[in-house]
C-alpha cells in the first residue's frame, strides 16, 4: 500500500445532501458548489489544516450528508 492510500478522505452522500451549503462555507478548500448548488468534495487525502477543516464540515451538516471515509474501517454515523 502507497502512503497516501491509507489516509483519510471526506465523503459526501449524495441521497442525504440537500445542497444547503455549509460545507462550502467552512471547508471551501475542501468542497466546491456545481451548478445546483450540491457539493462537490476533493478526492485528496486529509492532512494537518485539510483534516481539522473536514472535521468542522462533517460536524456542521444538518443533514449528516458528510463524511470522513477512513480506510479500513466501516463508516458509522456519529
Same mark, same amino acid.
Given at each position: +500500500?502507497?502512503? &497516501? #492510500?491509507? *489516509? @483519510?478522505? *471526506?465523503?459526501?452522500?449524495? !441521497? $442525504?445532501? #440537500?445542497?444547503?451549503?455549509?460545507? &462550502?462555507?467552512? $471547508?471551501? +478548500?475542501? !468542497? ?13 487525502? *486529509? =492532512?494537518?489544516? %485539510?483534516? =481539522? @477543516? @473536514?472535521?468542522? %464540515? !462533517? $460536524?456542521?451538516?444538518?443533514?449528516? $450528508? *458528510? ?8 463508516? &458509522?454515523? #456519529?
Amino acid at each position: +500500500m502507497g502512503r &497516501q #492510500e491509507g *489516509l @483519510a478522505r *471526506l465523503g459526501v452522500d449524495p !441521497v $442525504a445532501c #440537500e445542497g444547503i451549503g455549509i460545507c &462550502q462555507h467552512v $471547508a471551501p +478548500m475542501l !468542497v466546491r458548489a456545481d451548478s445546483w448548488g450540491y457539493p462537490i468534495v476533493s478526492n485528496r487525502p *486529509l =492532512r494537518g489544516a %485539510a483534516r =481539522r @477543516a @473536514a472535521e468542522v %464540515a !462533517v $460536524a456542521s451538516c444538518p443533514r449528516r $450528508a *458528510l463524511f470522513v471515509d477512513r480506510p479500513g474501517r466501516s463508516r &458509522q454515523v #456519529e
